[in-house]
């Protein structure tokens, strides 16, 4: 079910020479889409990077997303174990991108800028023309992250509510 031209993706072209330049890690990390056998995996690593939250049941998150755009939904192996993730899509008016975790183990190496560069590159293919992403205030490194490579904050306030109750409440 793993489609080689984006296991390759990262592999050529300017986006992965300046992800390499970071550590020679990227360069070893496969980027490919979700497997229905990697969702164990996965969960463990957004547990692992302090992902998951009580009103966001993780395995109906991935269901939803294996609906609607499975291919915008992408993990980083590496040495055979997935070490990150990030959860893209495009509604035909803008990008999202969620989800964007790294092993804590592996963080700081560039991986997590690989798995943007790839996201941006399919969402770029798909003719999306900005990409949104949400992060809670008080995660400062994440934000520093996201302005490192290019993301600014946007003027607007984040407004949300829920269609469906993953506690049980659906």
């Given at each position: 079910m793993h489609s080689p031209r984006h296991s390759r993706a990262l592999?050529?072209?300017?986006?992965?020479?300046?992800?390499?330049?970071?550590?020679?890690?990227?360069?070893?990390?496969?980027?490919?889409?979700?497997?229905?056998?990697?969702?164990?995996?996965?969960?463990a690593l957004w547990r692992q990077c302090d992902l998951v939250r009580p009103w966001n049941d993780p395995h109906k998150d991935i269901q939803r997303k294996l609906e609607v755009g499975p291919n915008l939904f992408l993990v980083g192996v590496l040495d055979g174990q997935i070490v990150a993730s990030v959860m893209a899509g495009y509604e035909g008016h803008r990008g999202w991108l969620n989800y964007l975790a790294v092993d804590p183990e592996h963080q700081l190496h560039g991986l997590a800028r690989a798995m943007v560069i790839e996201a941006e590159r399919l969402l770029?293919?798909?003719?999306?023309?900005?990409?949104n992403l949400q992060v809670r205030t008080a995660n400062i490194e994440v934000i520093e992250f996201y302005r490192r490579i290019g993301y600014s904050m946007d003027e607007v306030v984040s407004l949300g509510k829920r269609l469906k109750h993953d506690d049980g409440g659906d």
């Open positions: 592999r050529h072209g300017p986006a992965h020479d300046s992800a390499q330049r970071l550590c020679p890690l990227v360069s070893r990390m496969q980027i490919r889409p979700f497997q229905s056998q990697d969702e164990p995996a996965v969960i770029a293919e798909a003719g999306c023309p900005k990409i």
